[in-house]
C-alpha cells in the first residue's frame, strides 16, 4: 500500500460497527483515487447502507474516473440505490462508459459479499449484520477475491442502465 494511502487514513485492519464500514469506504474511494487505481468493483446486496451519495465520495469518483478506468458494480438489485445515492446516480450519468452495473438475480442475499476491491487494497465485511471485517492488503486474500468476483461477474446479468429511454 502507497504511503498516501496511510496519509488518507486507509490501513489494513479490522472495521468494527457501520459508522467504521462507511468511513473505511470513503477512505478507500480516496485511495483508489489518489493511487490511480485502473479499476473498482464494488459488490453488495443492495448498496443500501454505502456512502455512495455523499460528496466526498462522488468527489473522489470524479478525480478517479477518466477514459481508461472501470467500475463494476454488483449486486442482488439496485432499486435502493437511486433513493439513497441520488448524487451517485447524476455522477454514473456522466460517466456511464466507465460503469458497469451487473445483477446476480440466482443468488440469495446470503450467498453475496459486501466486498471493495481496488486492485491493491480491498475492504471486506464478514458479518453484514454487525458490520465486522477488515480492510486487507494481502497479495493472496486480493487474488481470492479477485477470482471471487470474476466468478460473479459470470453468473451476473446486465442492469440498472444509466439511463432509461421511452418511447
Known amino acids: 500500500m502507497t504511503d498516501e494511502a496511510h496519509a488518507g487514513g486507509l490501513h ?3 472495521i468494527a460497527g457501520r459508522p467504521a464500514f462507511q468511513q473505511a469506504l470513503r477512505e478507500a474511494f480516496a485511495h483508489a483515487a489518489a493511487a ?3 479499476e473498482l468493483w464494488c ?4 448498496y443500501a447502507q454505502w456512502p455512495l451519495g455523499e460528496r466526498s465520495v462522488v468527489d473522489a469518483l470524479q478525480a478517479w474516473a477518466d477514459g481508461h478506468r472501470r467500475l463494476v458494480m454488483l449486486a442482488s438489485r439496485f432499486d435502493e440505490v437511486p433513493r439513497h445515492h441520488p ?6 450519468r456522466t460517466w456511464s462508459h466507465a460503469v458497469v452495473c451487473r445483477a446476480l438475480p440466482v443468488l440469495k442475499s446470503d450467498d453475496i459479499p459486501c466486498l471493495w ?3 491493491d487494497v480491498q475492504l471486506r ?3 453484514t449484520q454487525r458490520y465486522r471485517g477488515a480492510v486487507e492488503t494481502q497479495a493472496s486474500e486480493l487474488l481470492r477475491s479477485r477470482e471471487m468476483l470474476d466468478e460473479l ?3 451476473s446479468i446486465d442492469a440498472f442502465p444509466a439511463t432509461t429511454l421511452g418511447l
Open 12 to 14: 489494513p485492519g479490522p
Open 36 to 38: 490511480g487505481a485502473r
Open 43 to 46: 459488490c453488495d446486496v443492495d
Open 87 to 92: 448524487r451517485w446516480v447524476a455522477w454514473r
Open 117 to 119: 476491491w481496488g486492485g
Open 125 to 127: 465485511l464478514f458479518d
Open 153 to 155: 461477474w459470470l453468473r
